[in-house]
């Protein structure tokens, strides 16, 4: 019982230090749920700072640029190639007619309105030449000849390049002394290896056509194959000899 004593006046002493570790335990998850509350409350007052800096931004008027005047505004349709290039013909067709002395443009048809005069001087100012684009090469393509020109003269051929059928100029002349001379005969399917040159222009929208084929150079002519002779079959001359056999041969 001596001993025991001791140990016993020892047991209040542990149960005070095992409540003030419990009551620590709940004091720190308190202050980190006050903690999580407050960042919480400073998130949202940041983001409704934010919403309504942006509604103010929204709010305010933007600085706007002055209106462009009329001519600012022609120079940058006229930039355009295919407005240009409309204008253009409009001019041409008033050139052609030669009764026209004036065109005029007003704003508005207001009477009063202020009304720009454009002579008939004047009118080929605004004519833009159509301008030659740069050609298309292509290096050794097949043209299988359709309808070739075997006599001189100012006649286009023709033949088949890229699943259709053009009309082509030829150049070259060594060539075409050569088919004038006879010394190169075509028929059915014959094809020419050859240099041909796509040549392109602007139309009258201002898009690109083509305006023609060159062929400039021509490395080889080939012909059709000549089709098999058909081989005739020993076995069905025998059955056909059995059935006739009164037959002379």
Same mark, same amino acid.
């Given at each position: /019982?001596?001993?025991?004593?001791? %140990? %016993?006046?020892?047991?209040? =002493?542990?149960?005070? *230090? ?6 620590? $335990?709940?004091? +720190?998850? %308190? ?15 940041? &983001? ?32 355009? @190639? ?6 253009? +013909? ?26 720009? $005069?454009?002579?008939?001087?004047? =009118? ?6 159509? $301008? ?6 292509? *290096? +050794? ?8 020109? %075997? ?8 033949? &088949? =390049?890229? @699943?259709?059928?053009?009309? =082509? ?10 088919? $004038? #001379? ?5 028929? +059915?399917?014959? /094809? ?11 139309? !009258?929208?201002?898009?690109?056509? &083509? ?25 069905? #001359?025998?059955?056909?000899?059995? !059935? ?6």
């Amino acid at each position: /019982m001596a001993l025991l004593t001791p %140990l %016993l006046g020892t047991a209040p =002493f542990y149960r005070d *230090k095992l409540r003030q570790s419990k009551q620590q $335990t709940q004091i +720190n998850e %308190l202050t980190i749920q006050k903690l999580k509350l407050e960042l919480a409350e400073k998130e949202d007052a940041a &983001i409704e700072r934010a919403e309504k800096k942006q509604k103010e931004m929204r709010a305010q008027a933007l600085p706007l640029e002055p209106p462009l005047g009329p001519e600012e505004i022609a120079t940058a349709l006229l930039s355009r @190639k295919k407005i240009a290039r409309r204008r253009s +013909n409009y001019y041409e067709q008033l050139v052609e007619d030669s009764q026209i002395e004036a065109v005029g443009f007003a704003p508005s048809h207001a009477r009063g309105a202020n009304e720009l $005069t454009i002579q008939r001087r004047q =009118f080929q100012n605004f004519v833009v030449a159509r $301008t030659d684009l740069e050609p298309l090469t292509y *290096k +050794n393509i097949v043209i299988e000849v359709v309808s070739p020109v %075997l006599r001189s003269g100012g006649l286009k051929w023709r033949g &088949i =390049f890229d @699943k259709k059928i053009i009309g =082509f100029d030829l150049e070259d002349q060594a060539f075409r002394d050569s088919v $004038t #001379s006879k010394r190169v005969q075509f028929q +059915n399917g014959t /094809m020419l290896i050859c240099d041909l040159e796509v040549l392109q222009r602007e139309d !009258e929208t201002g898009d690109t056509e &083509i305006a023609g084929y060159v062929v400039s150079a021509v490395h080889e002519v080939r012909s059709p194959s000549t089709p098999p002779e058909p081989v005739e079959n020993p076995q069905l #001359s025998l059955h056909l000899d059995s !059935e006739n056999p009164g037959k002379e041969h």
